[in-house]
Structure formats: structure tokens, C-alpha cells
């Protein structure tokens, strides 16, 4: 949500030298360098100046690391108390250098910038607040300040600007189509969280992310479940799920609400189920290709009953669970969650619970309960593998069962089809007789070829079958 931060330290004073250089720079007279900026639909040019590094602040609302930030909790924590602080500004650092799906590893397109800022400098200027905070540049300043440089080029937005008006400004740069470093999937569902908690309609977030409204609503439902799923692990001590660990997590989430919506208003309580166990693939790291078996056919099937062990199968029986439930303050009851649901919730609750304390970094959670953890992913890792590679199988069989019929299926589509342009090639007198006579021989020739295999090994043929045996023996027989 959006946040006004307080003014950084010696605001005041390097706000004076913003100002001064400002001045100089207009007092210089000729060509000045500008930038562009779009702002509350119109655009402004700002001067752009040279200030010094070591001055400037990365912005503690960049949505370039939103998400990333929960990576530590408790440094997270001490930057949402003092922004400002030295250990605040070197976490920022830390991960505007790091990986966006793992901020443990170096992002390898950090490299590659540093690497274009030694060899040719800096290209486009950065933008920063009149206090000094970097609105746009954030990734540039740190590559930079690796680099040993001393000054920065950047333009400066007006005094007047609020937080909302620079969270605006560096959307509307980021979002531009010349970007050169998209932000992480999560930090984009973030600012639209954002945007619409300012009061903005799903069509202009759509308009201004360009997207669809129905793509807006569909990352909405992806972030609110995130939201919830981070609830859901939460245990004592503090130990939870970060965003972070959604990163690279975008198809999977984006295929899982199709099917969701696709389900939810034929049988909603299978709806939830599947939604429940591809969750719980997703966070165990299971490939789209894997978590698309995950299907009607999959729960049809039981194939995770056969592999689940006995220590992660819900103890509640079905006869405990209530009929209905009432909502608070209204007096009504809805229909409980069936037995089925509450069944895959308790399995994913126990993964989400696990997979919390695997990741955590947190020094005062004990190896041992880390290492018991990890033997409950491990056993629910290859209880699905084994399940999905069951039901894969399975799927495959099933699509070779009904290959033979299917192709039979298109050819009598395209002999529908034949026939009207039989027609119309009689109509038109545009038909070329000979090469017809030639194609339906070569249909002769194929339906002996289906006939003969189709005897094969059917003592008892259907109507089909006899018809095709008869017309061809008959033919034959000429």
C-alpha cells in the first residue's frame, strides 16, 4: 500500500544544493538537458543535473523490489522503521542486486548493466526528489556506486510532488514501452494492488499496464490467493511464506486461475479441490507441464490417494466436519466445505507450513525442525511425482485409445467437406474430373488398408466394422 515516507536526513541541506546546481545549470546558458516525465496525464520537463552519489537515497517504495523485501523479514522490518538508516540503505542495495526469483544469487542482468556503465557510460538519466531519494535509477546508482563513481546524472522533480505523485511518475517510466528492465511479476501485481488502493477503476490500471481488464482481475485473484497462502503457513515464531517465493511462479498461477474459473461454476468444491493440489505442486516445484495433469481426470482417478502416505492424509474424518457454517453478523448459513475440500487444504496447509520453515532464514528455528520439514516436502514431493507420472501415463494411453477414431473423425469431416465442393466444382463447371477419379481410387486403396486392420483381431465387429468388411469384400468381389 502506498506509504509517505518522512524526509531523509539533511534533507534540507541537499535540497539548498539541488537548488543551487538547478540554477547554475539555467545561469550556463545554451543547450540544457531535460527529461521527460508523465504526470497526472500530462508531461513535464525536468532539468537534469549532476549530484553526488554518495547524497542520494534509493527509494524504500521502489516497486522494482517490493516483493523482493520479504526475503528478510527482520531487515525488512528495521528498513519499514527507519528507511534512512545505513543497514536500511544497504538491504536496499542488496536487492537491487540480487535475483528476483531467489535474492540469495546475483542477477545476472545487474552484471550486464555494470558492465554497459563502464564501457559507455551513462546513457539516460536517472530522477530523484528535490530531498534527493532516487524515483527512477534505483539499479542504476547501486551498479554505479560498485563502479567507484562520484556523481550521477539525474533530473528533479518538482517540490510539490507527493509520494503518490512519485510512485505515479516511476510507474508510468517503468511502464513505458522503451523499459529495459521489466519489474518481477509479483512487484507488478503489487503496484496494481496499489493503484487501485488510490481509487483507480480495473480499466484505467488496464489502460495504464496495458493489459486487459480481464488479465487485471485475473492477477488480483493471483495476489489475493498468494496473500492467503502466506496466512495459511504462518506458524509460531513468525515463520511464513514471503512473496519472493511466488516469483517465477507466473504461468502456473496464471493456468491455475483458468481452470478455476473454467470449474467454479459447474462444481465449485472440485474447483477448490484442484486449486488446493496445483497450489501445492507450484510450491513444490513441479514443472507446468507436470501441474497440467492435475485435472478432472487426475481427482477422477484417486491417483494421490494410492501414493499419499499415511502421515500426510487428513486425520479429521468426514463425519466431523459441520453441515454448515454461519456468517458472523448475519445470522446465515452457507454450506460447509466438503470433506474433500477440507481434506486437500489440510495436505496443502501441512506443505505451505513446511515449505515456510525450509526457507526461512531465521537463525533461531532449529536445524532439526528444518531437517523434519524437509522430510515432509520430500515425502509429498514424490507422493505427487508418482501420482502425476500415473496419471500422465494414463492420459497418454487414453489418447492413443482414441487416436485411431479421431483421425477416422477429421477424415469424415473432410469428405463433408469434399462433397460440397464437389458441388460447387460442378456448379461452376470448374471440376478436373481426372485428378478426382485418381483421388477417390486412393480412397479405395485406404479403406481396404482400414478394412483389413480393422478385421483384425475383433471376433465380434460392431455395425461399423461388418458395413466397411462387406462394402469392401463386395467390392472385391467384382
Given at each position: 500500500?502506498l506509504?509517505?515516507?518522512?524526509p531523509?536526513?539533511r534533507?534540507?541541506?541537499?535540497s539548498e544544493?539541488?537548488?543551487?546546481?538547478v540554477e547554475?545549470?539555467?545561469?550556463?546558458?545554451?543547450?540544457r538537458?531535460?527529461?521527460?516525465?508523465d504526470w497526472?496525464e500530462?508531461?513535464a520537463?525536468?532539468e537534469?543535473?549532476d549530484?553526488?552519489?554518495?547524497?542520494?537515497?534509493?527509494?524504500p517504495?521502489?516497486?522494482?523490489?517490493?516483493?523482493?523485501r520479504?526475503?528478510?523479514?527482520?531487515?525488512?522490518?528495521?528498513?519499514?522503521?527507519?528507511?534512512?538508516s545505513?543497514?536500511?540503505q544497504?538491504y536496499l542495495?542488496f536487492?537491487?542486486?540480487?535475483?528476483?526469483?531467489?535474492?540469495?544469487?546475483?542477477?545476472?542482468?545487474?552484471?550486464k548493466?555494470k558492465?554497459?556503465?563502464h564501457?559507455?557510460?551513462?546513457?539516460?538519466?536517472g530522477?530523484?526528489?528535490?530531498?534527493?531519494?532516487?524515483?527512477?535509477?534505483n539499479?542504476?546508482a547501486?551498479?554505479?556506486?560498485?563502479?567507484?563513481?562520484q556523481t550521477?546524472?539525474?533530473?528533479?522533480?518538482p517540490?510539490s510532488?507527493?509520494?503518490?505523485?512519485?510512485?505515479?511518475?516511476?510507474?508510468?517510466?517503468?511502464l513505458?514501452?522503451?523499459?529495459?528492465?521489466?519489474?518481477?511479476?509479483?512487484?507488478r501485481?503489487?503496484?496494481?494492488?496499489?493503484?487501485?488502493?488510490?481509487?483507480r477503476?480495473?480499466?484505467q490500471i488496464a489502460?495504464?499496464?496495458?493489459?486487459?481488464?480481464?488479465t487485471?482481475?485475473?492477477e488480483?485473484?493471483i495476489?489475493?490467493?498468494?496473500?492467503?497462502?502466506?496466512?495459511?503457513?504462518?506458524?509460531?515464531?513468525g515463520?511464513?511464506?514471503?512473496l519472493?517465493?511466488w516469483?517465477?511462479?507466473?504461468?502456473?498461477?496464471k493456468?491455475?486461475?483458468?481452470?478455476?474459473?473454467?470449474?467454479?461454476?459447474?462444481?465449485?468444491?472440485q474447483?477448490?479441490?484442484?486449486?488446493?493440489?496445483?497450489l501445492?505442486?507450484?510450491?513444490?516445484e513441479?514443472?507446468?507441464t507436470?501441474?497440467r495433469?492435475?485435472d478432472?481426470?487426475?481427482?477422477?482417478?484417486?491417483?494421490l490417494?494410492r501414493?499419499?502416505?499415511a502421515?500426510?492424509?487428513?486425520?479429521a474424518p468426514?463425519?466431523?466436519?459441520p453441515?454448515?457454517?454461519?456468517?458472523p453478523?448475519?445470522?446465515?448459513a452457507?454450506?460447509?466445505?466438503s470433506s474433500?475440500?477440507?481434506e486437500a487444504?489440510?495436505?496443502?496447509?501441512r506443505?505451505?507450513?513446511a515449505s515456510a520453515?525450509?526457507?526461512?532464514?531465521k537463525?533461531?528455528l532449529?536445524?532439526?525442525?528444518?531437517?523434519?520439514?524437509?522430510?515432509v516436502?520430500?515425502?509429498?514431493?514424490?507422493?505427487?511425482?508418482?501420482a502425476?507420472?500415473?496419471?500422465?501415463?494414463?492420459?497418454?494411453?487414453?489418447?492413443r485409445?482414441?487416436?485411431a477414431?479421431?483421425?477416422l473423425?477429421?477424415?469424415?469431416?473432410s469428405?463433408?467437406q469434399?462433397?460440397?465442393?464437389?458441388?460447387?466444382?460442378?456448379t461452376s463447371?470448374?471440376?478436373d474430373?481426372e485428378?478426382?477419379?485418381?483421388?477417390?481410387?486412393?480412397?479405395r486403396?485406404?479403406l481396404?488398408?482400414?478394412?483389413?486392420?480393422?478385421?483384425?483381431g475383433?471376433?465380434?465387429?460392431g455395425?461399423g466394422?461388418?458395413?466397411?468388411?462387406?462394402a469392401v469384400?463386395a467390392?472385391?468381389?467384382?
Amino acid at each position: 500500500m502506498l506509504r509517505e515516507f518522512p524526509p531523509p536526513p539533511r534533507a534540507a541541506e541537499f535540497s539548498e544544493l539541488i537548488k543551487k546546481k538547478v540554477e547554475e545549470v539555467k545561469a550556463a546558458g545554451g543547450t540544457r538537458e531535460t527529461v521527460t516525465v508523465d504526470w497526472n496525464e500530462q508531461q513535464a520537463h525536468v532539468e537534469v543535473i549532476d549530484l553526488p552519489l554518495n547524497g542520494l537515497y534509493f527509494n524504500p517504495g521502489t516497486h522494482r523490489i517490493r516483493a523482493q523485501r520479504s526475503h528478510d523479514p527482520v531487515r525488512d522490518e528495521a528498513l519499514e522503521k527507519d528507511p534512512w538508516s545505513a543497514e536500511s540503505q544497504d538491504y536496499l542495495k542488496f536487492l537491487l542486486q540480487a535475483s528476483p526469483t531467489d535474492p540469495n544469487l546475483r542477477d545476472p542482468d545487474f552484471d550486464k548493466l555494470k558492465e554497459s556503465l563502464h564501457q559507455f557510460g551513462q546513457n539516460d538519466p536517472g530522477l530523484v526528489t528535490h530531498h534527493g531519494v532516487l524515483v527512477n535509477g534505483n539499479t542504476r546508482a547501486a551498479a554505479l556506486r560498485e563502479l567507484g563513481m562520484q556523481t550521477m546524472r539525474v533530473g528533479v522533480l518538482p517540490e510539490s510532488f507527493t509520494w503518490a505523485d512519485i510512485n505515479a511518475v516511476e510507474l508510468s517510466l517503468q511502464l513505458r514501452k522503451d523499459h529495459r528492465r521489466d519489474y518481477s511479476y509479483i512487484n507488478r501485481l503489487l503496484a496494481m494492488e496499489e493503484q487501485a488502493s488510490l481509487g483507480r477503476t480495473p480499466e484505467q490500471i488496464a489502460k495504464e499496464f496495458r493489459i486487459q481488464v480481464r488479465t487485471y482481475h485475473q492477477e488480483r485473484w493471483i495476489l489475493s490467493t498468494i496473500r492467503e497462502l502466506i496466512d495459511r503457513s504462518k506458524q509460531a515464531g513468525g515463520v511464513a511464506l514471503r512473496l519472493v517465493d511466488w516469483e517465477g511462479a507466473q504461468e502456473r498461477l496464471k493456468e491455475l486461475h483458468r481452470l478455476y474459473v473454467k470449474l467454479e461454476s459447474v462444481d465449485r468444491d472440485q474447483a477448490e479441490v484442484l486449486k488446493e493440489l496445483r497450489l501445492a505442486a507450484i510450491l513444490l516445484e513441479f514443472s507446468k507441464t507436470d501441474v497440467r495433469h492435475i485435472d478432472e481426470s487426475f481427482l477422477k482417478g484417486k491417483y494421490l490417494e494410492r501414493t499419499l502416505p499415511a502421515t500426510l492424509k487428513a486425520s479429521a474424518p468426514a463425519e466431523d466436519q459441520p453441515e454448515a457454517v454461519t456468517i458472523p453478523g448475519l445470522g446465515l448459513a452457507v454450506p460447509a466445505a466438503s470433506s474433500a475440500v477440507s481434506e486437500a487444504r489440510a495436505l496443502n496447509d501441512r506443505i505451505l507450513r513446511a515449505s515456510a520453515a525450509v526457507r526461512s532464514g531465521k537463525a533461531e528455528l532449529p536445524d532439526s525442525d528444518k531437517a523434519e520439514e524437509q522430510s515432509v516436502l520430500d515425502e509429498a514431493k514424490d507422493a505427487f511425482d508418482k501420482a502425476i507420472e500415473a496419471a500422465g501415463r494414463d492420459t497418454r494411453l487414453r489418447k492413443r485409445k482414441q487416436q485411431a477414431q479421431d483421425r477416422l473423425a477429421e477424415a469424415c469431416a473432410s469428405i463433408d467437406q469434399c462433397v460440397m465442393d464437389l458441388v460447387q466444382a460442378r456448379t461452376s463447371r470448374s471440376l478436373d474430373e481426372e485428378a478426382f477419379d485418381e483421388a477417390v481410387l486412393k480412397l479405395r486403396a485406404s479403406l481396404r488398408k482400414l478394412a483389413q486392420q480393422a478385421a483384425r483381431g475383433l471376433p465380434n465387429p460392431g455395425d461399423g466394422v461388418s458395413w466397411l468388411m462387406d462394402a469392401v469384400s463386395a467390392e472385391g468381389s467384382r
